[in-house]
């Protein structure tokens, strides 16, 4: 039987690989019952990220279409700064994968420290929302 993903079993870079898409601050807003940042305000900060490097990339309107190995290594709080990197790992015909990373650094402090980690697919569209081949190159 194939083994299943397991993201604790990747080796924790020392630091952010790709292009740096988003950063922000984590505000008060963003919490959830716990005082600690909410995991969708996360995600939704690495879907606009790396829709951003995908529509770069297709030069056309682009949908998420999968999210794969999303993995929230440690909590985010209130003033991190939250940095979003990206990199376009493989090009399907319509298709891209792109690893997110998201990196932050603690409030007063100066080292980066990775948090959360996952794969989204986006699928470039046409204005009918169907999918068109991404040009290479
Ligand atoms: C994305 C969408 C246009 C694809 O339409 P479709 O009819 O499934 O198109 P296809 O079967 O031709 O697949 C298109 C590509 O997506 C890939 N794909 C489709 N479903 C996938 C999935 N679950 N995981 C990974 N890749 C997927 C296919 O492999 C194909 O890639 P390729 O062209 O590089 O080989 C359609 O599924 C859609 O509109 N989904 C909703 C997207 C959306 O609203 N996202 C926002 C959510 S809030």
Known sequence: ???????????????????????????????????DIFGGWLM???????????SKMAK???VTVALDGMS????VRVGDTVACYARVDSIGR????IPVEVWVQRYMKTEQVLVTRAVFTYVA????????AVERG
């Open 72 to 75: 929230f290594l440690q909590p």
């Open 94 to 97: 319509t298709s891209m994968k």
């Open 60 to 62: 056309t309107r682009v």
């Open 125 to 132: 569209i046409d204005q009918e929302g169907r999918p068109v």
């Open 1 to 35: 039987m194939k083994a299943c993903y397991d993201p604790r079993s990747m080796k924790t870079p020392d630091k952010p690989s790709g292009e740096l898409v988003t950063r922000t601050v984590a505000m008060p807003k963003d919490t959830n019952p716990n005082g």
């Open 44 to 54: 939704s900060q690495m879907d606009l990220g790396s829709g951003i490097l995908a």
